[in-house]
């Protein structure tokens, strides 16, 4: 295991300073709290060593960069970024970079945390880890957000690398901002290492080294685990509703795909607004989503009717996917939630009050590190693909993806019924004996 700093590069090494969140970093009150506290509840369930709750409890090494970037007009302008590397017990560090006004060291910490347990549980050799830029990049020119990219993974240095920590895609950046990061990341190479430099992140434009299935597989992750919960529930998918918070890169992909399955969309909201569905044929996920990538939202789409947030979480449908941000489901919006399940698309949507408030009520949960890792499984694929010289096909890449997922869901399942849990802790502690059980055979250095 890697515990403390990483191997720095000279520019890396100017840039990094551990720990210290700039002065401006806003509040993202205790959500590396919660990840802990959903860490020892799932350890008490499953009994684990001591020791390994112990080296959970904190991340192995955080990188905190200030840079500079010159935008349009001339003007230098200084942003803050971060890179925390939870545990790399199981391989290299790996999750994605987000660019967010509320990107904070404590959020990004709990996201990263969150991979190393979303990695254990589907068992991928790869170790937890994320990124992320505190920046609105609706307020940047589409320059400015190349320069801002290309400057962070040169601030970032050697603290990422293909075998080391493997950015992806997250909130507010895509496939186009990876294929920058490759390019920035290579540039930095001595011209015989660059072949390598690929490797570095996953969820690349196809024409650059992406996988095909990389842009859908967390929606279409989520969407193969409601089938297998339509099916221990004796329904078929075809026969379900849903609703869908989040229209991005999750939120669209899942709805488009189970609209593909013949269920129907009932409602749909995001930064711009919601919208419901006025016939029981419900709205058309595909024109949806055209609709948001052209106008930036839901809010405005023709044969639909406008709701407030509030009338949003009361619609009744079988299914509810939260694919936006963390803390959605509060224990207030899941008192108003008409559904049988939460699907996770986003991570950490659900605050504990939102879990108590969903048991009581006797809705499932699928919770995010099971139903949101199909991202970064097929990232996986990608990478071997990467490094193999390899090029899979779709109907190859949807198996492999769809089997990794059903071995998941029956360990969760089985956790499940054998300690009489609830699918979240279930999860994690499917996740912390994996992890147990490689420090138990490895040791801890010296
Ligand atoms: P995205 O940037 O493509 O889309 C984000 C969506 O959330 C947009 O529709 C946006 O309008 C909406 N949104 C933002 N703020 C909102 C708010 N306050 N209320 C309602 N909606 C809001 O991002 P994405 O990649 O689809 O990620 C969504 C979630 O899924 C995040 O939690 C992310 O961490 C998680 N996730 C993403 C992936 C991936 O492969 N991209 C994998 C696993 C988990």
Partial sequence: MTNGTAT??????????????????????????????????????????????????????????????????????????????????????????????????????????????????VDIPFGGGKGGVQVDPATLSRREVERMTRRFVYALGANIGPGYDVPAPDVNTDARTMAWIVDTYAATMPPQ????????????????????????????????????????????????????????????????????????????????????????????????????????????????????????????ADVFIPAALENQVTGQSARKLNVRLVAEGANGPTTPEGDAVLRERGIDVLPDVLCNAGGVIVSYFEWLQNRGGAAWNATEVDQRLREILERAYARVKGMVAEKSLDWRTAAYAVALRRIEQVYAERGIFP
């Fill in 193 to 316: 290492e660059r072949y390598r430099a690929l490797a570095v992140v996953t969820g690349k434009p196809v024409s650059a080294g992406g996988s095909v299935g990389r842009e859908k597989a967390t929606g279409q992750g989520v969407v193969d685990l409601i089938e297998m919960w339509a099916a221990d529930h004796k329904c078929k998918v075809s026969d379900l509703t849903y609703t869908v918070q989040g229209f991005g890169k999750v939120g669209s992909w899942a709805a488009r795909i189970l609209k593909d399955k013949g269920a129907k969309l009932m409602a749909a909201q995001d930064v711009t607004g919601a919208v419901k569905a006025t016939t029981p044929a419900g709205l058309d996920a595909d024109a949806l989503a055209e609709h948001a990538k052209k106008t930036g939202g839901v809010a405005g789409f023709p044969a639909a009717q406008a709701i407030t947030l509030d009338q949003f979480f009361g619609v009744q």
């Fill in 8 to 121: 720095l590069n000279p520019s890396a090494s100017s840039a990094r300073s551990c720990c210290t969140p700039p002065a401006s970093a806003p509040a993202h009150p205790k959500l590396f709290e919660r990840v802990r506290e959903q860490m020892d509840l799932a350890a008490d369930a499953a009994g684990l060593a001591p020791e390994v709750r112990k080296i959970l409890a904190a991340p192995a090494c955080e990188v905190a960069v200030n840079f500079p970037v010159k935008m349009d007009d001339g003007r230098v302008e200084m942003f803050s970024g971060y890179r925390v590397q939870h545990n790399n017990v199981l391989g290299p560090f790996k999750g994605g970079i987000r660019y967010h006004p509320d990107v904070s060291l404590d959020e990004v910490r709990a996201l990263a945390a969150w991979m190393t347990i979303k990695c254990a549980l």
